[in-house]
Nanobody, 122 residues
Framework: QVQLVESGGGLAQAGGSLRLSCVVS????????MAWFRQAPGKEREFVAG????????VYADSVKGRFTISSDNAKNTVFLQMNSLKPEDTAVYSC???????????????WGRGTLVTVSS
């Protein structure tokens, strides 16, 4: 059974930082690109950041570029999202995902986590 379990969400002040973690089980970790998505209240889900294993590259949405960093610990089947300089508009449920990532707009997801809530106060 494939599981993606996120943790690390919570309340942060604007300008602060949070680090999200996603532990993956039940699949070959490096056989899938890994990504973080978010969905704010009343809005559609959007791509945030991804790791493309076959080209060893990371991909970021323009809205988080320079503030968020995606990384992984392959030995622990864990992917991270370091979020710095948080803004109130970063408030959303953040979900981990496994699939194929080509660009910010072009992706295909096979597995989703349930998500963790991030709330940024002004």
């Amino acid at each position: 059974q494939v599981q993606l379990v996120e943790s690390g969400g919570g309340l942060a002040q604007a300008g602060g930082s949070l680090r999200l973690s996603c532990v993956v089980s039940g699949l070959h970790f490096s056989g899938y690109d890994m990504a973080w998505f978010r969905q704010a209240p009343g809005k559609e889900r959007e791509f945030v950041a991804g790791i493309r294993w076959n080209v060893f590259r990371t991909v970021y949405a323009d809205s988080v570029k320079g503030r968020f960093t995606i990384s992984s610990d392959n030995a622990k089947n864990t992917v991270f999202l370091q979020m710095n300089s948080l803004k109130p508009e970063d408030t959303a449920v953040y979900s981990c995902a496994a699939g194929r990532i080509t660009t910010v707009q072009n992706w295909s997801i096979n597995y989703w986590g349930r998500g963790t809530l991030v709330t940024v106060s002004s």
